[in-house]
């Protein structure tokens, strides 16, 4: 199995939804990135978590970092086109090292 | 923040061959990397570039396939090495900034007929 698992792999929903996605580490989480990236592009730096129960806001994107749980949760509000994509974590493993998770694919229905 | 420059952004080669990704960051970084994210798969992580010295690799990669220079704080090269398809990849160079936040650039992808 995977170091670090993303759910779900993908997701549809309609323009207007609230959508969540998880990543789930089997080690301690020291530090945790979101990316979005569009097909075939680079990853575009979303937000970093460093501490348990951290939360962060951009826009109408949400993410928190459950440390216990070795878990992290990224919350879409309002769904629309734009934040259709791929969205990766990444656990910092060493310094600026990251594992990945497998992504999970985002499409948003106008 | 750390804006970073790939080149080329895209490539078709022919098998056997060998070609030269750079990567330019607009400021002074101490850490830079590269990854491979083959076709439907996640980022795994090929070397550390290291400025003045041989690059770090990870399980998996060597030097002779991927050959890396750091001749400076903000360029880094990365050479994909008698091609297979089996390379064809997008490849992706980070930096860690002094913010300690890990940005990435815009990819390379390369395909391999």
């Known amino acids: 199995s995977q170091e670090l698992e993303q759910s779900p792999q993908s997701l549809i929903v309609q323009e207007g939804k609230n959508l969540t996605i998880n990543c789930t580490s089997s080690k301690t989480l020291y530090g945790l990135y979101w990316y979005k990236q569009k097909y075939g592009e680079g990853l575009i730096f979303l937000m970093m978590?460093?501490?348990?129960?951290e939360e962060k806001s951009h826009e109408k994107i949400t993410a928190k970092l459950d440390e216990k749980k070795q878990q992290s949760s990224l919350h879409i509000t309002a769904s629309q086109p734009s934040h259709a994509g791929i969205y990766l974590c990444g656990a910092v493993r060493n310094t600026g090292k990251l594992i990945f998770g497998q992504g999970t694919t985002l499409q948003v229905k106008p | 923040s750390a804006v970073i420059s790939q080149k080329p952004s895209r490539d078709i080669c022919q098998r056997g061959t060998s070609l030269t990704i750079q990567c330019q960051v607009d400021?002074?970084?101490?850490?830079m990397f590269w990854y491979r994210q083959q076709p439907g798969q996640s980022l795994t992580l090929i070397a550390t570039?290291?400025?003045?010295?041989?690059?770090?690799?990870e399980s998996g990669f060597v030097i002779d396939k991927f050959p890396i220079s750091r001749p400076n704080l903000t360029f880094s090269t990365l050479t994909v090495s008698n091609m297979s398809p089996e390379d064809s990849s997008i490849y992706l160079c980070s930096v860690e900034t002094s913010g300690n936040t890990i940005y990435f650039g815009e990819g390379s992808w390369l395909t391999v007929v």
């Open positions: 400021s002074q970084v101490t850490m």
């Open positions: 570039a290291n400025q003045g010295s041989e690059a770090t690799y």
């Open positions: 978590l460093q501490k348990g129960g």
